[in-house]
């Protein structure tokens, strides 16, 4: 089995802007959401295709080709939700590489011993902060 999607779960900012990009590098993206209204976040140049759904229900991501996807990327506002399906594509579809949009940095102990890949919008951005001040030391 060849698998060369990308998938986007969650068409949040977040989600719409990564789609975007890797859709823009030749990625074949499919971006799920459970509401419709949240694919005109998804700038101009997305190519790839949108499908409305519940990505916690396993039939609406085998619509979503989760069997022939190499990438996931799951970012919607419940980390419950992405712990959950990112347990999901790891353990029962094998997706080679998963991604996860978490805000609580404490629920990053439930990925241990797995190869998902956490992202903290609060540790980005309290990076950038100290990068931005540390420069402004130099003045």
Do not use: W
């Not at 499919?30 to 396993?58: P, Q, V, W």
Request: glycine share 6%; aromatic share 12%; proline share 1%.
């Amino acid at each position: 089995m060849k698998r060369n999607k990308f998938l986007v779960i969650g068409s949040g900012r977040l989600g719409a802007n990564i789609a975007t990009q890797m859709s823009d590098q030749g990625e074949d993206v499919i971006i799920l959401d459970i509401r419709h209204e949240s694919f005109r976040k998804l700038n101009d140049s997305f190519s790839g295709y949108e499908m409305t759904g519940d990505a916690t229900d396993m039939s609406v991501l085998e619509s979503a080709y989760i069997n022939f996807t190499k990438t996931v990327v799951i970012t919607t506002d419940n980390d419950n939700t992405n712990i959950f399906l990112a347990h999901v594509c790891y353990y029962i579809y094998n997706v080679p590489r998963i991604y996860v949009r978490l805000n609580d940095t404490e629920k990053g102990r439930l990925l241990e011993g797995t190869y998902i890949k956490a992202i903290y919008p609060f540790t980005l951005s309290f990076n950038e902060f100290v990068v931005l001040y540390t420069e402004g030391d130099s003045l």
